[in-house]
């Protein structure tokens, strides 16, 4: 059952995360049906300000003894640094070992990691951080490509807005449904989103290290919606195909036909952001040819299908084609 929810900030906290926790637990919300929450904001010392990450002071009214007894310790974002509070990392261990939930937003992961809570755990955060945790807690078991992460006792949450979908998913698992449904009514967002943080990744353009391929690959660029074969490129590049297939890993380091998906999922991504053209006109211009194709090779890619991909990014005006 949630209870009692303990929020962790320390210096350089991110306020929207930590406002993403204050909406979600932190307002009472028994008119809609919601059971109370006991929210405590909790600081190394109690009533002593601590600086934002935007320079607006934070004054937290409680200490790190009242973490105790929370049914949740939740830890929002703050500013990644190479050690943290040591009073914060045994407050967090001393819950854990005590049986309450924690709960990570963002790059509040690498609290939880560096307290040594992830060891061996499936975790996720930031994908622009996904490295940088691996290369610090290399026993971490990281998805970088999901909203949320819940392994039980332990909940890590991707970037920013992805915190909302996971206190949401935190709020239906121990108090149902609707009480999750009444709080996403109230913050106008949806109860739970579809899809992943890599539909919000920026893709990986692979880049031509050498220039004897450029003009061919310039050409390739500007001709997508013609059928290529590997063939057909190696005769244009005057080389045999078994040359050519080497030479093209070594200078872009990935194979003709992923290079050649690649930019096309790339010029679809472009053709779904700014244009009104539908699905399959998009196929037909980005060079996959069908539909069906598209979304094959834009789910495997992005995530998502093209047409989520679009309801979140598309053009809200008449854009040109």
């Given at each position: 059952m949630l209870r009692t929810v303990a929020a962790i900030v320390i210096d350089q906290t991110a306020p929207f995360e930590f406002g993403v926790l204050c909406e979600v637990f932190g307002i009472d919300r028994t008119e809609e049906g919601v059971p109370p929450i006991e929210f405590r904001v909790?600081?190394?010392r109690a009533g002593e300000p601590i600086r934002t990450s935007v320079g607006a002071m934070l004054v937290p009214e409680l200490g790190l003894d009242a973490v105790e007894g929370a049914d949740l310790v939740a830890v929002p974002a703050a500013l990644i640094r190479d050690e943290y509070p040591e009073a914060v990392l045994e407050a967090l261990?001393?819950?854990?070992?005590q049986g309450s939930t924690l709960l990570s937003v963002c790059s509040g992961a690498f609290i939880l990691g560096a307290a040594g809570l992830l060891e061996g755990r499936h975790c996720t955060t930031h994908w622009r951080y996904s490295k940088e945790i691996l290369e610090r807690f290399p026993s971490v078991l990281l998805d970088p490509d999901v909203l949320f992460v819940d392994d039980g006792d332990i909940i890590t949450s991707a970037g920013t807005a992805a915190g909302i979908d996971a206190c949401l998913h935190l709020v239906r698992r121990e108090l149902?449904?609707?009480?999750?449904?009444?709080?996403?009514?109230?913050?106008?967002?949806?109860?739970?989103?579809?899809?992943?943080?890599?539909?919000y990744v920026e893709l990986p353009i692979p880049e031509c290290t050498a220039d004897s391929l450029t003009p061919l690959l310039s050409w390739v660029l500007d001709n997508l919606r013609t059928e290529h074969t590997v063939a057909d490129l190696a005769s244009r590049a005057n080389m045999s195909e078994r040359t050519f297939?080497?030479?093209?890993?070594?200078?872009?380091?990935?194979?003709p036909n992923k290079w050649l998906t690649m930019q096309r999922v790339l010029h679809a991504r472009q053709l779904l952001e700014d244009t009104r053209l539908t699905v399959d006109e998009v196929a037909e211009e980005s060079g996959f040819g069908s539909a069906a194709l598209l979304r094959h090779h834009f789910n495997k890619i992005v995530?998502?299908?093209?047409?989520?991909?679009?309801r979140t990014f598309g053009a809200t005006r008449e854009a040109p084609v």
């Open positions: 909790c600081g190394e261990r001393k819950a854990h070992d149902g449904s609707a009480a999750a449904n009444a709080i996403a009514r109230r913050m106008v967002v949806p109860p739970q989103r579809d899809g992943g943080q890599r539909q297939a080497r030479r093209f890993v070594a200078e872009t380091g990935t194979t995530g998502v299908s093209p047409k989520d991909y679009r």
